[in-house]
């Protein structure tokens, strides 16, 4: 079954512990990408990866870090996280053609810090 | 500067009630991508439709049909004799050459039986 699973589902840390979020995906594609869904703001992407050992700043990147060693997984490091970083986190991940494609979301990250 | 304005935050409509929610985008590129998600209660998103900034025909499938405007900015979408299993929270998206996204802040429609 094609699909991007995201490990852990839920997760309740604190101020400062360092965690890292896995993201997987078997459909062979090239873009994976991060997102944090708060109330009342929508999704807002973090980084994306076009290809193996190529990643870019989305729009709210700060206090967050990201590697693309393998095509299949897209991990989201933060090294110290704080309570604003509470939020529901979705990876994604798409073709990478000439054009954007329909991006397959994973189920979700729920991120407690206090 | 948001680029992407989804105005309605709630809706609600009674079953069979045709809906429309509202998407406006900004952009000055000319080569631009629109998208349209679905997330139910159970918080998966799900693609609805992908819409190129060259092809202004508006696309109907089944009870959804999508208006696309670039004279206005606007990509509205509208869902025709709602039912309860459209109640949803629906993002539009905005996507810029170098496949970074825009997501709006969404629209909670609630489909009343």
């Known amino acids: 079954e094609a699909q991007v699973t995201q490990n852990p589902r839920y997760l309740i840390t604190v101020t400062g512990k360092k965690l890292t979020v896995t993201c997987s995906q078997n459909?062979?594609?090239?873009?994976m990408s991060w997102y944090r869904q708060d109330p009342g703001l929508g999704l807002r992407q973090i980084y994306y990866?076009?290809?193996?050992?190529?990643?870019d700043k989305g729009d709210v990147p700060e206090g967050y870090k990201v590697s693309r060693k393998e095509k299949r997984n897209f991990p989201l490091i933060l090294e110290s996280p704080s309570p604003n970083q509470t939020s529901l986190y979705f990876c994604a991940s798409s073709w990478n053609r000439e054009i954007p494609y329909e991006q397959y979301f994973g189920p979700g990250t729920r991120l407690t810090v206090t | 500067a948001q680029k992407v304005t989804q105005a309605q935050t709630e809706i609600s409509v009674v079953e069979k009630e045709d809906v429309t929610l509202d998407c406006v985008y900004e952009t000055r590129d000319t080569t631009y991508y629109l998208f349209w998600y679905k997330q139910p209660p159970s918080g998966e998103l799900v693609f609805l439709i992908r819409r190129n900034s060259f092809d202004e025909q508006n696309e109907i499938s089944g009870r959804y049909s999508w208006n696309f405007q670039k004279s206005t900015s606007s990509f509205n979408f509208t869902i025709t004799a709602s039912q309860v299993v459209d109640s949803a929270v629906y993002f539009c998206?905005?996507?810029?050459?170098?496949?970074?996204?825009?997501f709006g802040t969404g629209t909670s429609l609630t489909v009343i039986p």
């Open positions: 990866s076009m290809n193996v050992e190529v990643t």
């Open positions: 998206a905005l996507i810029l050459t170098g496949n970074q996204f825009y």
């Open positions: 459909m062979n594609h090239e873009y």
